[in-house]
């Protein structure tokens, strides 16, 4: 399966590519962690997550089922990958043009968000701390209010740059990002 941006194309403000998020069905069967993924176009930057989106389900989700202090795939059955195809800088650090897989440590008090070049994995079975390309640190926003299904939203701020969050339980992490020159 093929996707591109003019699968959701959304014509606002004379922009012809605005912020998408879509959910993503390969067969008629509706599943627990369907496949959905978030994109947007900053300037001449795509930047495209892909990932599998698990419920909430009356589960405690960040402490519970997902322990603090170990390394996440940020998503349900294969890894949430995250590409782009211009450089970026992120947390002040340069991320070249690419596709890497997108992970994160949450903890009470702050989330490692982690790229690494292994972007095709089940899961975090194959992760390799030795192919991370990038690591910073973000705190948490906590709600009152629960998200059911983890959502990624990239959302262009300006003309050279945007945020990328995941929202899911009562936790959203973000983060900026710029085009870098």
């Known amino acids: 399966m093929i996707f591109g941006c003019q699968n959701a194309t959304n014509k606002k403000d004379n922009d012809s590519h605005q912020n998408h998020s879509t959910e993503v069905s390969s067969s008629a069967k509706k599943t627990v962690s369907p496949h959905k993924y978030a994109m947007a176009l900053v300037n001449d930057a795509h930047i495209h997550i892909d990932y599998s989106s698990p419920s909430v389900r009356g589960r405690i989700i960040f402490g519970g089922l997902l322990a603090y202090g170990?390394?996440?795939?940020?998503?349900?059955?294969?890894?949430?990958?995250?590409?782009?195809?211009?450089?970026?800088?992120?947390?002040?650090n340069l991320l070249k043009a690419g596709k890497y897989g997108f992970f994160t440590i949450p903890n009470k008090e702050k989330w490692t968000?982690?790229?690494?070049?292994?972007?095709?994995?089940?899961?975090?079975?194959?992760?390799?701390?030795?192919?991370?390309?990038?690591?910073?640190?973000?705190?948490?926003?906590?709600?009152?209010?629960?998200?059911?299904?983890?959502?990624?939203?990239?959302q262009r701020t300006s003309n050279e740059a945007g945020t990328i969050s995941l929202s899911w339980e009562k936790i959203t992490v973000s983060f900026p990002f710029s085009i870098a020159n």
């Open 113 to 154: 968000i982690i790229l690494n070049k292994n972007w095709e994995q089940h899961g975090k079975d194959d992760y390799d701390e030795e192919a991370d390309v990038l690591r910073f640190d973000v705190l948490p926003e906590i709600s009152e209010d629960i998200t059911e299904q983890l959502v990624y939203r990239v």
């Open 70 to 92: 170990e390394v996440w795939q940020s998503g349900a059955h294969n890894a949430t990958w995250l590409e782009t195809n211009k450089d970026l800088l992120l947390d002040g």
